[in-house]
């Protein structure tokens, strides 16, 4: 009878989760061999002919090598300043002061924004004339000059990109710390305390280290979203100008919806897949090891 | 502890509320200035969104943007459509997710941990490698221009992380009350539905949550799956109205507005689930 069951069990448990896996491998990892397939198939061209030509063109494509510095660029100054916000919040959060439910509630709300939303909102914040930052600047800097371009400017395009993205994404990491911060046992800092340990003592020997996994898993999920994040820099700047504010999503989906060009589209998916998967490998075995 | 030492606890602790407070201000104006902006510019006329000097709160303020934004394009359709995906993809991915998780925390069986990495390892997966491929197998299979591949796609986006959130969720559940069950003759999936579904509220409400947040502000899968004006979503109509009406900035910004208010109006009903699910699921330590 215990044997019947276990048998029946072990069966079982591939019930309960057999639908997910058939939706992911027929959703998301078939159509992703198809796009390996076609990474190798001459343009046009159909059946068992391979080539590595899309790659070869690839390596030598100066627009896709921009676009790749650009996305890391964007992922690094994203996670800097989501990390920044997210912290310095979650520690201010975690501090059982009253009114702290409303702070929490309204920090996450750019959390609830769409990513095209908020690339139109940080338009029209920086529009040159009838934004409302320039105004602002200039009662700061009385010498700012009066119809700044930002989104047209070689140099400050890409950061006022990185400033909308720091506003859209800090939420989920501040929320992921608040979430250790509160696992975080008080007792901890009550013998710090006894111990005689100051307010930093306090920061580096309980906090970080109970924080540190924490920190690691909400870097790493930060990352895998912001190398995808696609709509916000679509809405704010379609890459521009030029292509200094292309990342690699919104140039994948040029190459496949605006240019057609199917093949070199999917070799780029690729590598674009394959920088982002090897980035996230500390991460899978990171949490593997926790299981 | 003697009284001088108190007495400066008490204000470091002081000084400590006063600078934690000082950054929550100062986080919340820049939390809420962008929609406070665009909140503004949505009540204005056109004529005096695009007049000098700027101004912080409308002069004449107007309903005109929304009821502009109402009758120049079918928003009315766009939200019936985000609703309807939205909303079955955050049941459907909640459900089918609980499954496995449940199958991950309460079973063992041959390659559940290379199962569970291969679902992890499909989060990394970036949606521009596979919508090439799904466009043209939704095409074959005639569901192009339909909610129905949208909800699929969606669904599948979702599901790896409902799995692994509810799996850490049900892991915080006592195994004995399985077991119980078992002994009182219920079916393993008699368990899960009314005895440890319920118990793990919290985390489903947060899963469904994140779900329904994932489907209402996706762009690009609706952007390459959806190419007629009916069976449009509202971020797709918002991105296509941009393009359309550059200089009606109080139109977009009310459509902005509006196409977010959904998402805001469920986070601030559902919040008090949305970190607690989060800290037991996501992030157990």
């Known amino acids: 009878m215990s044997s019947g069951r276990a048998w029946h069990d072990r069966h079982l448990g591939y019930l309960f989760v ?9 959703v998301l990892v078939f159509p992703a061999f198809i796009t390996l397939k076609l990474s190798v198939t001459p343009e046009g061209g159909s059946g068992w002919h ?15 090598l921009q676009t790749f510095k650009n996305t890391f660029a964007f992922v690094a100054w994203s996670l800097v300043g989501h990390f920044t916000v997210g912290l310095g919040l979650a520690l201010a959060l975690n501090q059982a002061l009253p009114g702290q439910t409303f702070f929490r509630l309204v920090a996450l ?38 119809e700044f371009q930002w989104l047209s400017s070689p140099t400050l395009a890409f950061p006022a990109v990185i400033f909308a993205n720091v506003w859209r994404g800090y939420p989920l990491v501040m ?20 111990d005689g340990a100051g307010r930093l003592k306090r920061f580096l020997h309980v906090t970080l280290p109970g924080l540190s996994t924490i920190i690691l898993i909400a ?21 521009g100008p030029g292509t200094l504010t292309e990342v690699l999503s919104t140039l994948v989906y040029k190459t496949y919806f605006q240019f057609f060009t199917f093949e070199y589209a999917s070799a780029m998916a690729i590598l674009m897949s ?18 | 502890m003697n009284g001088a030492a108190a007495a400066s606890a008490g204000r470091e602790r002081r000084l400590e509320a006063v600078a934690s407070y ?32 700027v101004r912080w709160i409308p002069k004449q303020p107007t309903l005109s943007a929304y009821v502009e934004m109402w009758t120049l394009r079918p928003f009315g359709t766009y939200f019936y459509n985000s609703i309807l995906v939205s909303g079955v993809t955050a049941l459907l991915s909640t ?6 998780g449940y199958g991950f925390s309460r079973f063992k069986f041959r390659f559940r941990t290379t199962l569970m990495a291969g679902f992890l390892a499909t989060q990394m997966i970036s949606g521009v490698l596979v919508i090439g491929p799904y466009f043209q197998i939704l095409a074959a299979v005639e569901l192009y221009n339909t909610l129905t591949g949208l909800i699929i796609a969606y669904v599948t986006i979702c599901l790896p992380f409902a799995a692994w959130m509810s799996k850490g969720y049900f892991d915080s559940i006592p195994r004995e009350l399985d077991e119980a069950g078992l002994v009182d003759g219920a079916s393993r999936f008699q368990i899960f539905l009314r005895i440890i579904m319920p118990i793990a509220l919290p985390g489903t409400v947060a899963t469904l949550l994140f779900a329904f947040l994932l489907a209402w502000q996706d762009l690009l899968w609706a952007l390459c799956l959806i190419s007629i004006d009916e069976k449009r979503t509202v971020t797709l109509g918002v991105a296509f109205a941009v393009g359309e009406f550059v200089v009606k900035w109080p139109m977009l910004t009310a459509a902005s507005l509006i196409g977010s208010l959904p998402t805001l109006i469920l986070y601030l009903l559902l919040q008090r689930f949305y970190v607690e699910g989060l800290a037991r699921g996501a992030v157990k330590g």
């Open chain 1, 50 to 64: 391979f080539t590595l030509a899309h790659y070869q063109n690839a390596f030598r494509d100066p627009v896709l």
């Open chain 1, 175 to 194: 929320v992921m710390l608040l979430a250790g911060l509160m696992a975080i046992p008080r007792e901890l800092y009550e013998a710090a305390a006894v």
């Open chain 2, 95 to 100: 459900v089918v997710g609980a499954l496995a």
């Open chain 2, 22 to 53: 000082s950054l929550l201000v100062l986080a919340a104006l820049y939390a809420l200035f962008p929609i406070a902006w665009m909140l503004s510019t949505s009540f204005k006329s056109e004529a005096e969104a695009l007049s000098l000097p």
């Open chain 1, 109 to 146: 709300i750019p959390w609830t924004i769409p990513d095209v939303v908020a690339g139109i909102i940080f338009r029209w914040i920086l529009n040159p004339i009838f934004g409302c930052l320039n105004p602002l600047i200039k009662i700061v800097i009385p010498s700012f000059p009066a």
């Open chain 1, 274 to 291: 394959a920088v982002l998967f090897v980035l996230s490998l500390p991460y899978i075995v990171l949490v593997g090891r926790e299981q």
């Open chain 1, 18 to 26: 057999l639908p997910a896996t058939l939706m992911l491998v027929g």
């Open chain 1, 219 to 239: 870097l790493a999920l930060d990352m895998v979203w912001e190398f995808r994040r696609f709509a916000l820099v679509l809405a704010m700047t379609g890459g």
